[in-house]
């Protein structure tokens, strides 16, 4: 099984802040990895696949990068409507999510 | 637009089957190109993928359930389900279906999600 690490669990900024998620595969998924913002009572959301590609829709604020096992999320100026948890998800070898990194405003 | 619906019971006793179905409209669950999935959040924690199915029939699960998952379609009524045997506390969570893309294997449609509790 391929499992995802998320670092940090949580996370406190302020709006206008630049906000960095990391994910580390336990293994090389090449760029086989999904991010996902998740609120409270909702759906899941999918903001970037394959690593770097922004999903239609999804303000360019976001970004993905990395490649391997390194992988980094990227919010360039954090929004109110950014607070949410955010996930990772391999899918080189069936699917395993992160355990999540939880973001709030300080 | 895709729309995705669960539905079952909320409630499930320790050591049944919890059993879910899906509901798809504004697309052919027949349809190739995307796999149909779900997953699941247990109070408190992440999202656990169960599995997936193709509109070949074929399936994948999470080894983790122990082959206690089981996905299949009924394209007739354009929904899909799950089963869950023996279920215990453990399973109490939010499950949500979902569509799953078939080349970068993104969940870009997903249902509201059910919550489903096991207890006696």
């Known amino acids: 099984d391929i499992q995802m690490t998320q670092s940090p669990s949580s996370l406190s900024a302020s709006i206008g802040d630049r906000v960095t998620i990391t994910c580390q595969a336990s293994q090389d998924i090449s760029t086989y990895l999904n991010w996902y913002q998740h609120k409270p009572g909702t759906a899941p959301k999918v903001l970037i696949y394959?690593?770097?590609n922004l999903e239609t829709g999804v303000p360019s604020r976001f970004s993905g990068s990395g490649s391997g096992t390194d992988f980094t999320f990227t919010i360039s100026s954090l929004q109110p409507e950014d607070i949410a948890t955010y996930y990772c998800?391999?899918?080189?070898?069936?699917?395993?999510f992160g355990q999540g990194t939880r973001l709030d405003l300080k | 637009q895709v729309h995705l619906q669960e539905s079952g019971p909320g409630l499930v006793r320790p050591s049944q089957t919890l059993s879910l179905t899906c509901t798809v409209s504004g697309g052919s669950i027949n349809r190739g190109s995307y796999y149909w999935s779900w997953i699941r959040q247990p109070a408190g924690k992440g999202l656990e993928w169960i599995g997936h199915m193709y509109p070949s029939g074929s399936t994948n699960y999470n080894p983790s359930l122990k082959s206690r998952a089981t996905i299949s379609g009924d394209t007739s009524k354009n929904q899909f389900s799950l089963n869950l045997s023996s279920v215990t506390a453990a399973d109490t969570a939010v499950y949500y279906c979902a569509r799953e893309h078939e080349v970068f294997f993104k969940l870009d449609f997903w249902g509201h999600g059910i919550l489903v509790s096991v207890s006696s």
């Open positions: 998800q391999q899918f080189y070898n069936l699917i395993t």
């Open positions: 394959d690593a770097s």
